[in-house]
């Protein structure tokens, strides 16, 4: 299972967009990048996920370059509903390890 | 789609008694569950992984006697919280897994607050 590591904290305003970088160094070959978002008493959400180049959905996107030892979650125009625990984590056959996260601040 | 629910969704019980939590996978079938536990400010913590048949797998460090799982269908895995002890009060997590052939995804559960006074 990959270690991540990601910022702890990252403040934003309102429109902005936000971008989280995790570093991944030992991911394995067969490990998926899935980023997650949760909310003081909620289970997470899930928001992407992908193995290289670019993934984008209807809520962010996701940059995987080449080597795979990074990747960074794209949030376009936050708002405040937006402010959460956002986790990355590597997973092949299911198996999540979560790290500390990055606590997403959006101000107005 | 994707959905996972979890019922209690808030349980306050006396100490020294047992609580059990369901699981369940509304809209797909799940072969494999996971059960995590959350403390205040904290990240995440796997206890165990649930499998449809068979018997769980629990992380280093948490006692099976414990923490009771079952996984008796492939929609349905259940956490019972044996003799309930304030320190065992926290916020479960459960997950399925949906998915297969190399992209798989864990959906999570709302999460359930347990309290033992």
């Known amino acids: 299972l990959a270690k991540t590591t990601q910022p702890i904290s990252m403040d934003s305003y309102e429109g902005q967009e936000v971008n989280i970088t995790c570093s991944h160094n030992?991911?394995?070959?067969?490990?998926?990048i899935t980023w997650y978002q949760q909310f003081p008493s909620q289970g997470p959400r899930f928001i992407i996920q992908?193995?290289?180049t670019k993934v984008t959905n209807e809520v962010a996107s996701l940059f995987i370059p080449a080597d795979r030892k990074s990747s960074t979650l794209s949030l376009p125009r936050v708002s405040l509903s937006d402010t959460a625990v956002y986790y990355c984590?590597?997973?092949?056959?299911?198996?999540?390890?979560f790290g500390q996260g990055t606590e997403l601040s959006v101000k107005p | 789609g994707a959905v996972v629910s979890q019922h209690p969704s808030r349980v306050i019980c006396k100490s020294g008694t047992s609580v059990k939590i369901e699981c369940r996978s509304l809209?797909?079938?799940?072969?494999?569950m996971f059960w995590y536990r959350q403390f205040p400010k904290q990240s995440l913590m796997l206890m165990a992984t649930?499998?449809?048949?068979?018997?769980?797998?629990?992380e280093q460090g948490v006692e099976k006697d414990k923490f009771l799982i079952n996984h008796a269908s492939l929609t349905l895995s259940t956490l019972t919280v044996t003799s309930a002890h304030p320190e065992d009060s926290s916020f479960y997590i459960c997950?399925?897994?949906?998915?297969?052939?190399?992209?798989?995804?864990?959906?999570f559960g709302p999460g359930t607050r347990l309290l033992v006074l």
């Open positions: 997950s399925a897994l949906m998915g297969g052939g190399g992209l798989e995804t864990q959906y």
């Open positions: 030992n991911i394995a070959t067969n490990d998926y």
């Open positions: 992908g193995y290289k």
């Open positions: 984590l590597g997973a092949q056959g299911g198996k999540l390890i």
């Open positions: 809209d797909f079938q799940a072969t494999t």
């Open positions: 649930s499998n449809e048949g068979s018997k769980a797998t629990y």
